[in-house]
């Protein structure tokens, strides 16, 4: 089972795990992820996240389909949210279910590294002063992705 | 001659204030880094943006790209800063 | 926030999710791993966990604050239970609610491997033609265990 | 003399039919192993469950601890296989 959305609903985190634990009776252990709005300083409003139609859905099934292969994946869920969202929303779900735990474990890390710098959404946050400022992308993500490779 | 489509996201589409351009393009020996210099040329407010983007991205046909790929006409390219989805 | 318990009810992975999600707002990730009673060959009936009373108690709540430390959690929550479940149930539920997404799924990792080995839990497994094994521990959980000291 | 408690779990308890010995030990100079041995002499069936668990584990008070290590009376000692918990 492969489940990839992009959604501006938000997503039921107990639903998501029901779906991908209840596959088969070989399912050992389910691992999942999930992003939120953070506000570190206290000023912020809200996040928006803007994506690029298409090319978006394409990526995250690509990455889907190299995480189910690559750690023997019984189930795999990539959600990502899009629109404008307040602080402590919800804004990705990734989850895996394999038969062992190491490969639940490091196919959600996979998903979630992979995700941060390889599909096209870009986050602006909005501020409680009035400013917008596009997120800037982090070099430590680049380095989480490229572990993987 | 021939039609392509260009694509501006995030930050860029927001500085200039449009999302898109259909620009003429010769129909061989063309790649992004000529269509980046043909769109400055034609339209210097695309320039600055695409000049002032750090580790500007680019995507041919919804594919991430190196700037030293080819574009043939009716392809769509799509120019935009670095991800940070997740 | 840390959150431990022993129990033979099975869990809410949804509420259990939002305890941990809604701490803070300088919560950026949510990181839960499940695991599941494994029905390999077909031919498993039930599985009984025993564990020792009081002791579980006190070095699941070890673990868990050596997580919140290590790993500068904002919450972190251990729910594993006893007695006898049928395959498929859930057996074990590790989350760790942190600012960055890394602390969040090394933490889950962590006590995960942890808890396979350093808690006083026994896994029996009663087949359906009527055997009753007792699950042996694997080099494997030690060397995962190890890896974190 | 003194009394200790001695618990037994899993397949020790399983394997003896009872889960709980109560044992007089010496006052001082005596260890796991120590009781260990003396189980054996007392009652063949602890001996012959004990020698016979691989990597046999002990806890003292409820928290793990090597065969080396002193027991006091009053203490409580459990024995049981390597746990399989998770």
Redesign the interface.
Known sequence: MQHVVVQEAAF????E??RL??LS????????????V???A?D?QSLT????P??TE?MLQNLSAEAFERFHLAGCTII?RVGTLG??S???FVGAAA?H??E??QA??FL?DK??????????EQFKDGRRV????KAA?DE?AAFWS | MAKIKVLYFASLREQLGYAEDIIDVPQAGFDIQSLITLLGEKKPQVKAVLTETPRLRAALNQTLVSFTTAVKPGDEVAFFPPMTGG
């Open positions: 039921d985190v107990g639903h795990y029901t634990a209840e009776d070989h399912v050992g252990g389910v691992s999942i992820f999930v992003g939120c953070r506000d570190t206290g912020l996240l803007e994506h690029y298409g090319m394409k990502h602080v402590g919800p804004i990705v038969a735990r190491a639940a474990l959600t890390a979630i995700l941060k710098t390889g599909a096209p959404f870009w986050k602006c596009w997120v800037e992308a993500d989480a």
